[in-house]
């Protein structure tokens, strides 16, 4: 994604001798750094060489606003020098992918980092098991102290969950320290138990009469013993409260007036603030300040384009320089942000004065934004705005990039606000492509859900990108595959009509097509196409899908049967998913069931299991949401399982494959060949149940049994009692020959059905 703007680039690793990480999205580069120090900062020498002594792996510094934790992690990573690793949260790290994204560019700044885990973190969604993964990724780098400030900021489940698991999973040696407002989301109890956890809480970081008295000297205002105890009383040692008291006394007010009691949390802090900053500043700067506070982080060409006026980048330097708590977050000092507790003031003040204009000043940076290439920070503000047609037309354009990116928990939450916004323009477009989007998670409810809302959004029309809205219609019809194979065939055609030249969704309507030829029992059809849809593919570089029609003219040539070209197309393929690190995509599943099969025919036993192992990964993905190549794949896997002489596996992926047969009834030839395999399967001589017989629900668990998640919050994850959690457990204890969760997971990355 290109950005307009300087100081929000896109991050690269440090150093010229290193080359950067490619990340299919940007990250500012603010995050990687402390905000710069104020003049006359008080060094927080005694915490800091507290800090600097603790040996405990994790540590957490959390106390209400103004207690100085950034000024004190800071100045603790000062101290450590280039073995600390800075990351400021935002709202933008509630997708697991951007934050550990995040973490791991923090790192490969310090040293270098596996850059396998970055297409990893991307193909996977990074759910909470692949943080085991991630950290020997990063545990070549020597030992750090990572700072995540503002985790606060991080709210979603499954980012706090891999927030935990790699305070749990440290290699020997680093430390990981977190600032944050509220109670640090972090298995506290059994961390103290170890001895595992240093704890800085508002009463450390309150100030005694020294470093009050360096924070008011520093600040301009002169207090004898006495007015300092006086101060310290009234403030209990708040930072903040010692500095505005500083400001108010340097400005004229005399001590005695200054303020009341109150600490950083007290119901009247707002008035002080208001009292002593808004009413010293002039009309016009706080007209500024208040319109402005719509914004995260602001530069003057945005806050000109907010406050409709030149000369904003002056105003805010004028208003740094005065330590109006204005935050610089760049050395060139383009972008500035507001101290939490002055935007909040500042968001309360444009409340009471001017509520009529919040919705405009949000249009006006949408706008903005979407001008400057920002078109992620565009939505957040469209939202805002109640700007319904901006939105949808914004999602519609970014959904499927984004989501490729592997930011899941990004779309999920754009389109649960579009949840009910059938009037907006482009909803039904976007409805449709979320159907696929989650079709591919194996969400099949969901799946449907929004395939229902977007058929009942008006179908005429043309999108953006010049397709028709009914070619989107069909292009969502043929991938659910809901009214048989001729319909499938139908919609298909349409879409590969309707669907914009540039779109690259057209190819798969091309592949749908020839693969609906196979599906009547007609490979001489189907081939030509499948070869076309090939070349497309290759020549646009979408490696999944390569793969992918790899594998299907694998079915062709098995018809013929010619081996060695299904040997060969099977390795190409193989070769693709493994080359591109597309392990976890839902198109690998096909590839790596054909894989299994020619390596059986070449008699090779312990590669076709790895290849089963592989595609057993994904069966929780192979839903009746895409129930073609699902069905496929698990057919194909049959026949390794048959061949293996293992009916307990044969049996499993049969069931799955008849379970989609059932939502799915009119897919060709598939329902005879599942009943062909069912027969032979009743020939094989049975034995007792492996590991090959767990179920799709038993792989979506499996992965998380790797984690430090207790039953109840596995049972969250997964939106399951946690009594169907413990009887799920038992049957994969009993299948993988295990009695405990340590031999569970010890079994399965074994057989390869976990990943490192």
């Given at each position: 994604m290109k950005l307009g703007v300087t100081g929000l680039s896109q991050v690269m690793s440090g150093g010229d001798h290193r080359t950067a990480p490619r990340l299919g999205f940007a990250l500012p580069e603010s995050k990687f750094h402390p905000p710069g120090a104020r003049p006359g900062i008080v060094v927080r020498a005694a915490l800091v060489e507290r800090l600097a002594a603790t040996r405990a792996p994790v540590i957490t510094v959390a106390a209400p606003p103004g207690y100085g934790k950034t000024t004190l992690m800071a100045q603790w990573a000062d101290r450590i020098g280039p073995?600390?690793?800075?990351?400021?949260?935002?709202?933008?790290?509630?997708?697991?992918?951007?934050?550990?994204?995040?973490?791991?560019?923090?790192?490969?700044?310090?040293?270098?980092?596996?850059?396998?885990?970055?297409?990893?973190?991307?193909?996977?969604?990074?759910?909470?098991s692949i943080v085991p993964r991630f950290v020997s990724a990063v545990a070549a780098v020597q030992p750090v102290t990572v700072l995540l400030d503002h985790a606060e900021a991080v709210t979603n489940r499954q980012c706090l969950n891999a927030i935990a698991e790699f305070a749990l999973c440290l290699p020997p040696g680093w430390q990981v320290a977190l600032a944050s407002r509220t109670v640090v989301p972090l298995p506290t109890a059994r961390l103290r138990a170890q001895g595992g956890i240093a704890e800085i809480t508002a009463d450390d970081l309150a100030m005694g009469p020294a470093e009050a008295g360096s924070l008011l000297k520093g600040a301009g205002a002169e207090v004898d013993e006495a007015g300092l105890r006086d101060l310290l009383q009234r403030t209990e040692g708040w930072p903040t409260g010692l500095y505005l008291a500083a400001l108010a006394m340097e400005s004229g007010t005399r001590q005695s007036d200054v303020g009341f009691t109150f600490t950083g949390d007290d119901v009247y802090m707002g008035d002080y603030l208001r009292s002593e900053l808004l009413d010293r500043v002039s009309a016009a700067e706080v007209s500024f300040l208040i319109r402005t506070s719509v914004l995260d982080r602001m530069c003057g060409p945005l806050c000109d384009a907010i406050v409709a006026e030149q000369g904003s980048g002056a105003v805010l330097e004028r208003l740094e320089a005065r330590n109006l708590l204005v935050i610089p977050l760049d050395r060139r000092r383009e972008w500035y942000r507001y101290h939490h507790l002055l935007r909040e003031l500042l968001r309360a003040e444009l409340r009471r004065r001017e509520p009529g204009l919040i919705q405009d000043l949000h249009f006006r940076a949408a706008m903005w934004f979407e001008a400057n290439d920002m078109p992620e920070a565009a939505i957040d503000h469209a939202q805002a705005a109640g700007d319904y047609d901006r939105v949808a037309r914004l999602i519609l354009e970014l959904q499927n990039p984004v989501w490729a990116s592997g930011r899941v928990e990004t779309v999920r939450r754009w389109m649960e606000w579009l949840r009910d916004l059938t009037a907006a323009e482009h909803y039904g477009a976007t409805a449709a492509h979320g159907s696929l989007i989650f079709a591919l998670l194996g969400q099949a409810v969901e799946a449907e859900r929004w395939a229902a809302a977007a058929e009942r959004a008006v179908p005429a029309g043309i999108l953006p990108d010049g397709s028709t809205m009914e070619a989107t219609l069909a292009y969502m019809r043929a991938n659910l595959g809901r009214d048989g194979v001729a319909a499938m065939r139908r919609d298909a055609r349409i879409a590969w009509e309707g669907l914009s030249p540039a779109s690259p969704y057209r190819m798969s309507m091309l592949f749908t097509e020839g693969t609906s030829h196979l599906l009547e029992g007609d490979p001489a059809q189907a081939e030509p196409i499948l070869a076309h849809t090939l070349d497309l593919a290759t020549h646009a570089g979408i490696s999944p899908f390569v793969g992918m029609v790899l594998a299907e003219q694998c079915a062709v040539a098995a018809e013929r049967h010619d081996w060695s070209r299904v040997t060969a197309l099977a390795q190409r393929a193989a070769a693709v998913v493994d080359d591109g690190q597309l392990g976890d995509y839902w198109t690998s599943a096909l590839v790596y069931a054909w894989a299994s099969r020619a390596a059986l025919h070449e008699g090779n036993i312990a590669q076709a299991r790895r290849y089963l192992g592989r595609a057993s990964r994904l069966r929780p993905l192979l839903t009746y949401a895409l129930p073609v190549v699902s069905v496929q794949a698990l057919l194909e896997m049959a026949r390794?399982?048959?061949?293996?002489?293992?009916?307990?596996?044969?049996?499993?992926?049969?069931?799955q494959a008849h379970g989609i047969l059932q939502q799915r009834p009119g897919l060709g030839v598939l329902p005879a060949q599942a009943g062909r395999l069912q027969a032979d399967l009743a020939t094989i001589e049975a034995r007792a149940v492996g590991p090959s017989a767990l179920t799709a629900a038993e792989l979506r668990l499996l992965p998380l049994l790797s984690t430090h998640l207790p039953v109840s919050e596995i049972a969250t994850e997964l939106f399951l009692s946690p009594h169907t959690i413990k009887s799920e457990m038992k049957s994969i204890y009993r299948k993988l020959g295990a009695t405990t969760r340590t031999q569970a997971v010890t079994r399965s990355r074994e057989l390869g059905l976990l990943g490192l």
């Open positions: 073995r600390a690793a800075w990351l400021s949260c935002d709202d933008e790290d509630n997708d697991p992918v951007v934050l550990l994204t995040a973490l791991a560019v923090a790192l490969d700044r310090i040293g270098p980092v596996d850059p396998a885990i970055f297409p990893a973190l991307a193909s996977s969604g990074a759910p909470i390794a399982y048959i061949t293996l002489a293992d009916p307990g596996g044969a049996a499993a992926v049969l069931a």
